[in-house]
Nanobody
Framework: QVQLVESGGGLVQPGGSLRLSCAASGSIFSMYAMDWYRQAPGKQRELVATITSSGSTSYADSVKGRFTISRDNAKNTVTLQMNSLKPEDTAVYYC???????????????WGQGTLVTVSS
């Protein structure tokens, strides 16, 4: 019943911006660390950004200063604001819930279905 649904992908010009959203259902969202990953054709899936349950963030060097990850626990959402987009950012972007132990119970990692971002003229 736990599900992550990404939205906001699409076609954008180089230098433009997009805001990706990930909506969680069927879980207590605030207790989990959340990630954004991306995978370009022929490439390994790479970690783009992380936000912990306390709001601490980290970024891949390739997106640092351009992307911002945030969360709204009241809305059960995590977002990725992408600015100054480059063609190299073209990829399928995936929302990811990290595994956790909460109240002595183990909760598995969860992946969204992905949303395609294409940066091109």
């Amino acid at each position: 019943q736990v599900q992550l649904v990404e939205s906001g992908g699409g076609l954008v010009q180089p230098g433009g911006s997009l805001r990706l959203s990930c909506a969680a259902s069927g879980s207590i969202f605030s207790m989990y660390a959340m990630d954004w990953y991306r995978q370009a054709p022929g490439k390994q899936r790479e970690l783009v950004a992380t936000i912990t349950s306390s709001g601490s963030t980290s970024y891949a060097d390739s997106v640092k200063g351009r992307f911002t990850i945030s969360r709204d626990n009241a809305k059960n959402t995590v977002t990725l604001q992408m600015n100054s987009l480059k063609p190299e950012d073209t990829a399928v972007y995936y929302c990811h819930r990290q595994k956790a132990v909460i109240q002595l119970r183990r909760y598995l990692e969860i992946w969204g279905q992905g949303t395609l971002v294409t940066v091109s003229s």
